[in-house]
């Protein structure tokens, strides 16, 4: 976990969800195991409420496991921009979550379905960390085949995935620990990042 950079503050709070984003890294080696039967029940939950609480109508999530999550896997490895992202064919993630948007054809229509669909997702990746579960956003995937193996609901194209895993209990030399030196480590201060703002003042 990352201690609190010290740029950000809300009335003078750090407050949790300031700490979650701080503590959420990107994870591409996931110890062995599977994410609990509550802990999915709980993520799927903080997802339908934050949808509700919104009004957000085109994000469609969803949360496969066994055969249906290995197929989806092997989909999203197909094809050369699969190859961007080998190690899921080792994964010990048991779940993946799929973030897909119900689009309609108008341009202006579609980018605001896919900001709330990036939206959801980004809430159920924060909503996985406090449950003690670690995730990678992958959108360096074969969209398509993914589409062809787990139709999502209404026919809603497909955005990113993640992996839904137990998180690693220390980082040894790997190709995560790599990228985690090379970016994560980089980020910039929460500050230049976060508004820190109430949904009803808007
Ligand atoms: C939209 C999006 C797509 C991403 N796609 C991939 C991907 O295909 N493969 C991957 O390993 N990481 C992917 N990432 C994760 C980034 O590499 C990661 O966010 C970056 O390394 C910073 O690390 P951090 O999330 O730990 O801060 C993606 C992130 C975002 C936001």
């Given at each position: 976990m990352s201690k609190y950079d010290g740029t950000l503050q809300l009335r003078g709070e750090v407050t949790p969800l300031m700490k979650l984003l701080l503590q959420r890294r990107s994870c591409r080696r996931y110890a062995e195991g599977s994410a609990g039967e509550a802990q999915i029940e709980a993520l799927s939950a903080a997802i339908r409420r934050f949808q509700e609480r919104v009004g957000f109508a085109a994000p469609r999530l969803a949360i496969v496991e066994g055969e249906r999550m290995r197929e989806v896997a092997r989909a999203a490895m197909s094809?050369?921009?699969?190859?961007?992202?080998?190690?899921l064919a080792f994964t010990h993630a048991r779940h993946l979550l799929l973030c897909g948007a119900l689009c309609p054809p108008d341009p202006a229509g579609r980018a605001r379905a896919i900001k709330q669909a990036a939206m959801t997702m980004q809430v159920a990746v924060l909503a996985a960390t406090e449950l003690g579960l670690a995730t990678c956003w992958m959108a360096g995937i074969n969209h398509e085949r993914v589409e062809g193996a787990f139709p999502l609901e209404g026919g809603a194209e497909l955005i990113a995935i993640s992996p839904l895993g137990l998180p690693p209990e220390k980082r040894g030399l790997s190709w995560d620990n790599l990228v985690f030196h090379m970016t994560s480590k980089r980020r910039k201060p929460l500050a230049e990042l976060v508004r820190a703002e109430r949904w009803e003042e808007r």
């Open positions: 094809g050369v921009i699969g190859k961007i992202n080998p190690w």
